[in-house]
């Protein structure tokens, strides 16, 4: 029997998740994208820098099935991350998940793509969009 690889991991970018609170359809992500979501801690305390979302930020773990996972203490994923915020200027957000995605092979969901595309094609990351998660569901 031939054993397939489970699909790559999926990094969720703040703005995907605002997009999905605000339609009321956080719910249906993991649904979606079974077992795949991760929310890097980093992303969490952006998310909770925005007062109307913090309600429903402070649950998004354990209603959605969404794993919250610790920005890794790995330092080729640390300089990478400072590289993309200092050097390059872009959100902690996109930056720490740009970074882990680049060395962990995980695909970044965000539709931020005037920070995003680039550096994904110049690093052979895929990334996905809100509007490509809605085309899926």
């Known amino acids: 029997m ?19 609170i ?11 994208y079974p077992y ?12 909770l820098r925005y007062h109307s979302m913090k309600k429903y ?14 920005f890794p203490d790995d330092i080729e994923i640390i300089k990478e991350y400072s590289y993309l915020t200092d050097e390059l200027g872009k ?3 996109e930056s720490a998940c740009l970074a882990v995605a680049k060395h962990k092979k995980y695909i970044v969901a965000s539709s931020n793509l005037k920070d995003i595309k680039k550096y994904c094609l110049e690093n ?7 509007m490509d998660i809605l085309v899926k569901a």
């Open 22 to 32: 605000k339609a009321d359809r956080i719910l249906y992500l993991p649904k979606i």
């Open 2 to 20: 031939i054993k397939t690889s489970e699909p790559p991991k999926i990094l969720l970018d703040a703005d995907v998740i605002i997009h999905f």
């Open 124 to 130: 052979g990351i895929t990334y996905i969009t809100t």
């Open 36 to 47: 795949r979501l991760l929310l890097l801690d980093i992303v969490e305390m952006e998310l």
């Open 91 to 93: 959100g902690e957000g």
């Open 57 to 70: 930020i402070e649950n998004l773990t354990n209603r959605t099935g969404i794993e919250l996972i610790t």
